[in-house]
């Protein structure tokens, strides 16, 4: 029977094929896997789930059990799913009807969870996450901040440019001209 596992800190294409060369290499098959879950042939026993835990936590995931820390991973990977790995028509979606459709529960109920979880709110964490995301596109000097604003959804480069000075403590333009550029990885971000 098919069982679904739910690993934190997937946040990219490489993460994945990292953790499904895990689950090769300890005997699954596996069947789908996406950013924080993967989806093997059969259940693992208590001794494999041990083994796997630690595996994948040498490696710098998370083996998640509690329903509540998989919603928030869940909420995690959508977001940085939309932010870091789509196309920008995706970026204009309401992110809070998404994940209720998503994860299958209320919004409010899934934004409480987080908060608690988290002590910041989705929003909050979807702006950090877009904040990051402005500073790749920017780091890599081909597109201006009009370019960037548009292809993450923001209203306009002022709006752009007030939320990244609000968040950095600098514009885009003084951002760009750094030399040495202060990037998070995704998995750190809110933290």
Do not use: W
Not at 4 to 18: G, S
Not at 89 to 108: E, F, P, R, V, W
């Amino acid at each position: 029977m098919a069982t679904v596992l739910h690993i934190k800190n997937m946040v990219c294409p490489r993460c994945i094929e990292t953790v499904e060369s895990v689950l090769s290499e300890k005997g699954f098959k596996v069947e789908s896997i996406k950013l924080g879950e993967a989806e093997v042939d059969k259940e693992p026993s208590a001794e494999q789930m041990r083994e796997l835990s630690t595996t994948l936590k040498s490696r710098g995931f998370e083996l998640l059990v509690d329903k509540k820390h998989q919603i928030v991973d869940q909420v995690k990977s959508e977001i940085i799913k939309l932010i870091h790995h789509s196309e920008n028509d995706i970026l204009n979606i309401n992110l809070s009807s998404h994940l209720a459709q998503t994860i299958g529960a209320d919004y409010s109920s899934i934004s409480n969870l987080f908060s608690s979880s988290e002590g910041i709110t989705i929003e909050k964490f979807a702006i950090l996450q877009k904040i990051e995301k402005v500073k790749e596109l920017l780091s890599y000097g081909e597109l201006t901040a009009s370019e960037v604003a548009f292809k993450l959804g923001y209203s306009s480069a002022a709006h752009l440019s007030s939320q990244f000075k609000k968040e950095t403590g600098m514009t885009p333009g003084q951002y760009k001209n750094l030399k040495n550029k202060d990037r998070k990885p995704l998995d750190r971000i809110g933290k």
